[in-house]
């Protein structure tokens, strides 16, 4: 079955610890993604990745790292949380075309994440 | 001012309405226009996609651009209680999906 995987699904952790947001897809694609969402405020693109060993900042960066080491997984680390942090994460994935794709990106379940 | 705009509702309708969502953007660039579908507890999945202005028929839905008024819609006829979900627009100027903006979503709820 064609999917992305998050995870944790669900997690809640205190202010400074370090956590990591595995992401997997199994559809070879070459585009990742990382959203968060918020009430009132949508989705919003943390960081991007084109292809492997290739990435960059979305509009909210700040924050968080990510790595692309292997076309399948993009996780996303948040190296010392803080409580505006907490949020609803979800990645994403992509065919890459070369423009006028049909934008269709393929979302995992989400991670609902706690900062206290 | 937000590039996308859209009511986040609550909008609750019976079964069988025909519904109306709406979003305004301010980027003339945006030429991609898409509405993604959100269950709770899941992640947005891909509902409709229109390139630059017209109208997109599929089924129950009709998605329609008039990039004049910044303005999108979709509708959604004999709507169903399987409809309730949020509804969330998206936009993009060429090259797809690489910069999706999103709007913020409106919830809609179909009661039988």
């Known amino acids: ?36 969402q918020d009430p009132g405020l949508g989705l919003r ?11 960059d900042k979305g509009d909210v960066p700040e924050g968080y790292k990510v790595s692309r080491k292997e076309k399948r997984n993009f996780p996303l680390i948040l190296e010392s949380p803080s409580p505006n942090q907490t949020s609803l ?7 890459r075309r070369g423009g006028g ?13 706690t900062v206290l | 001012q937000k590039e996308v705009e859209q009511d ?20 003339s660039a945006f030429q991609y226009f898409m509405w993604y579908r959100q269950y709770s507890r899941k992640g ?3 509902l409709m996609y229109t390139y630059s202005s017209g109208n997109k028929e599929d089924g129950r839905f009709t998605a329609q651009v008039d990039k004049s008024s ?3 819609s979709l509708f959604i006829r004999d709507s169903q209680p ?18 999706l903006i999103f709007g913020a979503g409106t919830r809609l709820a179909v009661h039988p």
């Open chain 2, 8 to 27: 986040p509702g609550p909008l609750s309708v019976p079964e069988g309405a025909i519904v109306s969502l709406n979003c305004t953007y301010s980027n």
């Open chain 1, 89 to 95: 994460y979800f990645c994403a994935s992509s065919f």
């Open chain 2, 44 to 46: 947005p999945e891909l």
């Open chain 1, 45 to 55: 693109q943390i960081y991007y990745s084109m292809n492997v060993e290739v990435t």
């Open chain 2, 82 to 99: 399987s409809d309730s979900a949020t509804y969330l627009c998206a936009m993009s100027s060429f090259g797809g999906y690489n910069k």
């Open chain 1, 1 to 36: 079955e064609a999917q992305v995987t998050q995870n944790p699904r669900y997690l809640i952790t205190v202010t400074g610890k370090k956590l990591t947001v595995t992401c997997s897809q199994n559809m070879n694609h070459e585009y990742m993604s990382w959203y968060r």
């Open chain 1, 101 to 113: 794709s049909t934008g269709e990106l393929f979302f995992g379940e989400g991670s609902r994440l």
């Open chain 2, 70 to 72: 910044k303005y999108i």
